[in-house]
């Protein structure tokens, strides 16, 4: 019943990279070749596998990088049903971000109610409310390291991730009245959301490390 993971989280987090992964490893499936999965994982058949991943800008066909993932989404609206994979990358971006953002969740509330497969990676936090709140799509965040400040690869479904702008920020020695200046800019609801996400992926980790001793004790 849930067929959209929206995968949000930070720069060279990963997101792509597991984007990528899902799409090779299905085709790879379809093609006849052992895909690498465990052996109780589960696969489905799709008769379309539709991808818009990286810019299709173009000069000599007038595309800017909005427009050229704007052709792609309406390929996506014309050819999703149940029988279609779908696989964005950055849906949404290219343009300003409020419109972005809204175009990107009417999309994705359409392809959700043909019933189609997909995966999307997103910074939106429209996208990653709506996935919150709409049944079929699940959230998912790529995890990151906020002491040593490098991300894990590891993708943890049912919540979605922070895009560490701050902690990046931070890290490679941004003046703090440049980050406390957009602090105020951006408003103290977005800061409350991305610190309550950091808290919620800061405590699942706590918990997984602790539990992943004692099950290899079990093992």
């Not at 984007?19 to 052996?39: D, E, F, R, W």
């Not at 400040?149 to 049912?158: A, E, N, S």
């Not at 800019?185 to 004692?214: C, E, F, M, T």
Request: a neutral charge; one cysteine or more; glycine letters at 8%.
């Amino acid at each position: 019943k849930t067929r959209i993971l929206v995968i949000s989280g930070p720069n060279a987090g990963g997101k792509s990279v597991t984007l990528k992964t899902i799409a090779i490893v299905q085709y790879m499936m379809q093609c006849g070749l052992l895909p690498t999965l465990y052996s109780n994982s589960h696969m489905g058949i799709f008769t379309k596998i539709l991808i818009d991943i990286g810019d299709e800008q173009s000069i000599e066909n007038d595309l800017s990088t909005y427009s050229s993932h704007l052709r792609n989404m309406r390929v996506f609206l014309t050819k999703s049903g149940p029988d279609t994979l779908f696989l964005a990358d950055e849906m949404g971006s290219g343009t300003e971000p409020q419109i972005g953002g809204a175009i990107a969740q009417a999309i994705l509330k359409k392809l959700n109610e043909e019933g189609a497969f997909g995966v999307v990676t997103t910074h939106y936090q429209n996208l990653k409310s709506f996935a919150n709140e709409t049944p079929g799509l699940v959230n998912a965040a790529m995890l990151y390291d906020r002491q040593k400040f490098r991300p894990l690869f590891q993708l943890d479904v049912g919540h979605p991730g922070s895009s560490f702008a701050v902690e990046i920020a931070k890290s490679i020695g941004l003046p703090e009245d440049i980050i406390n200046e957009a602090k105020e800019i951006v408003g103290s609801d977005y800061i409350n959301i991305d610190k309550y996400i950091l808290d919620i992926q800061r405590d699942r980790r706590y918990w997984a490390n602790k539990l992943h001793p004692r099950e290899r004790a079990q093992d």
